[in-house]
């Protein structure tokens, strides 16, 4: 069972209770990790297999494809969705944190209910960020990093999108090293072992000498299963410094 830390740990602390708050949890939060990854991957499939016939891609197909109203409105629904599983992903990871219990069922209550206010505080970062990088590359960074944090209040504390983006900013001031050193490193470890995934089944498509269809099929497979494992990652790695930033600054957990 997990227990949070009582006092403010290091960066190495945060991201060891980083670690155990996914390995105390996973058990619990895969099956939503695994829809989310089929959730990204089922389309994929289902559009290659139209734009590859004979394991070619066909050119023709694949614009035919991009100018399909049918297609965009497919990618938003999917992105919708994906949301609502992340959204509930967090909810059971924090539920966890506090030392609460959730069900699947209420955890998804939580994702859908949150799913128009992480929206838009998604928006509203990716603009900032974008904006931030597009004009002066340093303002871009720093955004990143201290608005990192803007989805947990939304989650964890039913908070609404100013809110949120006050809170994280209130948490990471003067701790922007601190919190990007951990949630940076996290995604280090996501990235390493999703290109390993990405790799081993490139791999495998090339020894065993498996069909264009196998091999995409089978690429597909080893990225639901590497989403399943690293999914909960980063935002185990959010919520511990989110907590941590919080005993820092001597402040009380909200009602969720």
């Known amino acids: 069972m997990y227990n949070r830390p009582s006092a403010p740990r290091t960066i190495g602390g945060v991201l060891d209770d980083s ?28 559009w290659d297999a139209r734009l590859r016939p004979d394991g070619e891609l066909d050119p023709q197909a694949a614009l035919a494809l991009f100018k399909s109203g049918s297609f965009w409105l497919t ?19 924090n539920a966890a944190a506090i030392g609460r219990e959730i069900s699947i069922g209420a955890a998804l209550g939580v994702g859908a ?6 929206l838009g505080a998604g928006i509203l970062l990716s603009l900032l ?13 720093y955004w990143i990093g201290i608005f990192q944090l803007v989805l947990i209040p939304i989650i964890a504390g039913n908070s609404d999108v100013r809110a949120a983006f006050a809170i994280s900013r209130r948490l990471i001031k003067g701790h922007w090293w601190r919190a990007s050193s951990i949630t940076g490193t996290m995604i280090s470890i996501v990235l390493v072992v999703s290109l390993l995934g990405a790799f081993l089944g ?8 498996w069909s264009p269809a196998t091999g995409i099929f089978m690429v ?6 590497t989403t399943v494992l690293t999914l909960p ?10 907590y941590d ?12």
């Open 19 to 46: 670690i155990r708050l996914y390995r105390s949890t996973f058990a619990q939060v895969w099956p939503l990790a695994l829809a989310a990854g089929l959730v990204m991957s089922v389309p994929s499939l289902l």
């Open 75 to 93: 990618c938003i629904l999917e992105l919708l969705v994906y949301i609502i599983f992340y959204n509930a992903l967090i909810s059971a990871l």
């Open 113 to 118: 209910a949150r799913l128009p206010r992480s």
């Open 129 to 141: 960020a974008g904006a931030g990088l597009i004009l002066f590359v340093v303002p871009g960074l």
């Open 202 to 209: 490139a791999v495998l498509t090339a020894v065993l000498k």
């Open 220 to 225: 597909e497979a080893a990225g639901v299963i």
């Open 233 to 242: 990652l980063y935002p185990c790695a959010l919520l511990a410094t989110y």
């Open 245 to 256: 930033l919080k005993l820092r600054h001597g402040i009380e957990d909200e009602a969720t």
